[in-house]
């Protein structure tokens, strides 16, 4: 029965007895009017005016083909909206605005697509919303319509949906709202930092996000901080460090250290007692062993701050220096001979391990096993890996292999290896970064020679997906990638060997708004 029909039903068991007589002033053109109801049918527009006093009003096979904001404002008092068979294709949100006595609302058989979010605002006293025979496309604009459905007492007839054509003729009640994917991610361009760079950390200090950059062209160890007054990125301060490789800081209490780690003239580990004292070079590190360092990460042995320096020449060896008293000391050799690239500090099985990449053989799995890292495997299938970078995600950890010439490859631990999972095309790739910025997990695959590439896990399939490419303006060869949040919102570091660090900043978009 259309909604005329339960009108008819609905005043004959309100007002039986009650003649009917036109409300007070005149009663719009090709409109019934009794003195609380109004019918309005074959209009080719919306009467302007109706009685305040009005509790049902009909609008039936009208040439309407838009509902404006405010439509039904002087009719606080209607309790029955019948909108049917009509030509309506959109409908402001603010439109039923002010109708906080309506119970039964129709838009049954117009042409709207989808509606939009927040069109029920205010309508508390709904009991019953008819919207089928509209031509729905069933995509990210009805996810809102499907979630609010279960929240409110009322009883919601949907109708079916017109498209996609996957989903045509599907009852929309059938639908579920979890398979929905409404929710993009994006990527913008903020800010500019001169100078290239080779590193890039954030860190916490003091209950500050900071962030440093490796500057070995000009030289330093560059701190940046929130300017909360301009809303940018400043340097708070610096340490000198020509050829610098490598920046990585610690924080132990008030007191920060950071080991600058540099191709030449030794790698220094400078300190800061408290924060209104400025950083100060206290410790040569291990001058006869860290001959061309490549890349140092942070790590942690028996409860005791340590450092792996990964060293590139050909006669070195990767060393881990570990802390004693005031100074960190090298505590162990590893990998002599083999001219390592990069390393990565990982927990597996719930136990310490060491990945470290070289130009001379595929990664080699080490383990901490009575207070010294051994051998435990090498990874197959991986020649020519520059760096490896890990992250965890649904319970598993998986590893992001850099190469500079041939696909670079996603693998997953299996308890026992590391298994491919996925290779990527990369060209002129030394850096393939994965991170997790709110709800996305991302891998960043940088490039010297092509737009640095986005990629997104999609955990339904368990592999990475293109989001986006970086730019403009371009990534000039892109070395490493951090992410910091600072005042609600959240920013990506691209350091680069040959340009300028850009600085982006993480959008989420909601399609189904």
């Known amino acids: 029965m259309g909604g005329a029909g339960i009108l008819l039903l609905l005043l004959a068991g309100a007002g039986a007895g009650v003649a009917w007589s036109p409300p007070k ?211 708070e301060e610096e340490v000198s460090a020509p050829s610098v490789v490598s920046c990585k800081p610690l924080v132990l209490g008030p007191r920060l250290f950071i080991l600058a780690a540099r191709l030449w003239g030794g790698s220094y580990l400078w300190s800061r007692p408290s924060a209104d004292l400025h950083l100060a070079p206290i410790q040569v590190l291990a001058p006869q062993r860290l001959l061309r360092p490549n890349d140092a990460e942070l790590l942690w042995l028996d409860g005791q701050p340590c450092f792996v320096v990964a060293d590139a020449s050909k006669a070195g060896s990767t060393t881990l220096l570990c802390r004693d008293g005031s100074g960190f000391y090298p505590r162990q050799s590893l990998h002599a001979w083999h001219r390592d690239t990069d390393a990565e500090v990982l927990e597996l099985d719930g136990r310490p391990h060491l990945l470290l990449a070289s ?40 590893l992001c292999l850099t190469r500079y010439i041939g696909d670079s490859m996603v693998m997953r631990w299996d308890g026992s290896m590391f298994r491919l999972v996925q290779q990527l095309p990369s060209r002129g790739s030394h850096v393939f970064q994965p991170m997790l910025i709110a709800r996305d997990q991302l891998a960043i695959l940088g490039s010297d020679f092509a737009f640095s590439q986005v990629f997104r896990l999609e955990p339904d399939k368990g592999i990475l997906e293109p989001l986006q490419e970086l730019g403009p303006p371009a990534l000039v060869a892109p070395r490493a990638f951090a992410q910091v949040t600072v005042a609600g919102r959240r920013f990506l570091f691209a350091a680069c060997f040959k340009g300028p660090t850009q600085i982006y900043q993480h959008h989420e978009l909601d399609l189904s708004a």
């Open 359 to 398: 130009a001379s053989q595929r990664p080699v799995l080490f383990h901490w096993f009575g207070g010294r890292f051994e051998r435990r495997t090498d990874i197959p299938e991986a020649e020519d890996v520059y760096a490896t970078k890990h992250f965890q995600a649904g319970g598993d950890v998986f």
């Open 25 to 235: 002033g005149k009663c719009p053109p090709r409109c019934s009017c009794s003195k609380e109801s109004t019918l309005c049918e074959g209009s080719s527009e919306l009467p302007e005016s109706f009685s305040t006093t009005l509790l049902s009003l009909s609008l039936v096979r009208m040439g309407v083909s838009q509902l404006k904001a405010g439509s039904f404002m002087k009719m606080p008092s209607l309790h029955l909206l019948f909108i049917e068979d009509n030509k309506i294709g959109s409908i402001s949100k603010n439109a039923l605005r002010g109708l906080r006595s309506l119970t039964h609302l129709s838009l049954a058989n117009n042409h709207l697509e989808a509606l939009p979010r927040f069109l029920f605002r205010g309508l508390e006293t709904l009991t019953h919303v008819d919207l089928r025979g509209n031509p729905f496309q069933c995509d990210c604009r009805v996810l809102w319509l499907l979630q609010w459905v279960p929240t409110v007492n009322a009883s919601v007839g949907l109708g079916a949906c017109a498209g996609p054509s996957a989903l045509a003729q599907m009852q929309l009640n059938h639908l579920d709202p979890k398979k929905f994917k409404c929710r993009a991610t994006e990527l913008s361009w903020l800010q500019t930092v001169g100078e290239s760079a080779l590193s890039v950390e954030s860190f916490s200090y003091q209950g500050e996000p900071h962030v440093i950059l490796a500057q070995p062209f000009a030289g330093r160890c560059l701190i940046l901080v929130w300017d909360y007054s301009v809303h940018r990125f400043r340097t």
